[in-house]
């Protein structure tokens, strides 16, 4: 026993993270992490898991009372707001402008709902006169679902325009927040969003596999007039209920991943101290240094117009001729910096360098720009022997 005690922990290279996520971690959620475990119905954690329902309130900007870490990652949270409020046969609209809005296509459609789809070209934020005339065309919808901040192509779309029009057609929206909490603005209350899910591993900058939810009542209210219980049990909102709620005896579920939660609870304390607006202006602000550098080296951003591209991630051209992988993998082995590659149609011609939470620094904005320089204008060390 002593001697497994005394050998080295296997140690992996410690790498500078600027892909779509996960996001570099602070030391102090690391810290977090590595406190030792208590038990997942101590009352020691009882009132964390109250303190990280306030703090998750206070990131997603609302008073909703159903507001917890699912136990899963980013698409975890997605399938529990699509598996809740989804019945077979319920029309849902889905705005498809890149992976996530298909993702979301592709669990209403598990759900054997009536899934009617619009369509923006990969870098455009979701078009509000689309979805006004699809629902003017199917006034029958009752779901309404679309992604804030969309990973895979670095655009931005207008929450509140489109949750104002969803509720005019008296449609319920499940966003996607999972790139944009923390990083750009989001009100979840004032913009009345009415299932909301997100991810840690992005702008919160903590460990991966857990995913903030928050569920108004209209969406309760719906869910409460299912005709069939909710189709998967660990999903079930009903049953996650009465262990997260105050109040309630905080029955047994399943496990909670504790010492994530710590983590997470570390990194809410950190956003909470910077400040929403000082976090979403930092993101802003340290994004708009990348591309003007990003510029100044001949380099095109995807999303031109600025108020539609995300600051979190930045999705730019691959030149022309230039072997897009090679340089991701000579960023990676040379420099230990991470960077993200093109998905679907956009695989092969455009990098995606996020700056999401404690990733958005100065300092890495600097170190990404002078490695893809020396990369780019320089042959690689193999190259030069050969
Ligand atoms: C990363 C991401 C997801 C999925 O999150 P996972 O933690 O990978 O499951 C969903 N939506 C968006 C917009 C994302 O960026």
């Known amino acids: 026993m002593e001697n497994v005690v005394s050998l080295p922990i296997k140690t992996l290279p410690i790498r500078t993270l600027m892909g779509p996520g996960p996001s570099e971690i602070h030391p102090r959620v690391l810290t977090a992490l590595a406190q030792p475990a208590i038990g997942h119905l101590d009352p020691a954690f009882v009132s964390l898991m109250d303190e990280v329902k306030d703090l998750l309130r206070y990131a997603f900007q609302t008073e909703n009372r159903l507001t917890f870490p699912v136990s899963g990652p980013g698409s975890a949270g997605m399938e529990t707001c699509f598996t809740n409020i989804v019945e077979a046969g319920d029309k849902v609209v889905v705005a498809r402008n890149g992976v996530f809005g298909q993702r979301m296509e592709e669990m209403a459609t598990r759900l054997r709902a009536d899934v009617v789809t619009i369509d923006d070209e990969w870098g455009q934020p979701v078009d509000p006169e689309k979805l006004e005339a699809a629902l003017k065309a199917n006034p029958d919808a009752k779901v309404v679902s679309f992604v804030h901040a969309e990973t895979s192509t670095g655009a931005l779309s207008d929450a509140r325009t489109l949750a104002g029009i969803a509720q ?4 319920l929206t499940i966003v996607d927040t999972v790139t944009s909490l923390v990083g750009s603005p989001l009100y ?8 909301v899910y997100s991810g840690a591993q992005k702008c919160l900058s903590s460990v991966a596999g857990i995913a903030p939810v928050t569920v108004g009542e209209r969406a309760l209210k719906k869910i409460s007039q299912r005709s069939e219980p909710v189709g998967t049990w660990f ?3 009903g049953l996650i209920d009465s262990y997260w709620s ?3 005896k905080r029955a047994y579920h399943h496990t909670a991943p504790v010492n994530s939660i710590f983590a997470l609870a570390e990194s809410l304390r950190m956003v909470r101290q910077e400040g929403l607006e000082k976090s979403w202006e930092r993101h802003r602000h340290i994004a708009e240094r990348l591309v003007e ?5 001949g380099l095109q951003m995807l999303v031109e117009e600025s108020g539609a591209r995300l600051g979190q991630l930045n999705v730019v051209k691959v030149p022309d001729g230039v ?6 993998a000579r960023l990676l082995n040379e420099d230990n910096l991470e960077i ?3 998905l679907g149609p956009l695989a092969g011609k455009v990098w995606r360098i996020g700056l999401m ?3 958005c620094r100065m300092e890495n904005v600097e170190r990404v720009l002078a490695c893809l320089k020396r990369a780019l204008n320089e042959p690689s060390q193999s190259q030069a022997i050969s």
């Open 293 to 297: 550098g990003l510029r100044a080296m």
């Open 340 to 342: 993200g590659a093109g």
């Open 168 to 171: 005019r057609y008296d449609c």
């Open 357 to 359: 939470g404690h990733s």
């Open 188 to 195: 979840v209350d004032e913009w009345g969003l009415d299932a």
């Open 246 to 248: 105050e109040g309630s």
């Open 323 to 328: 072997d897009e992988a090679a340089i991701r």
């Open 235 to 237: 999903h079930d909102l």
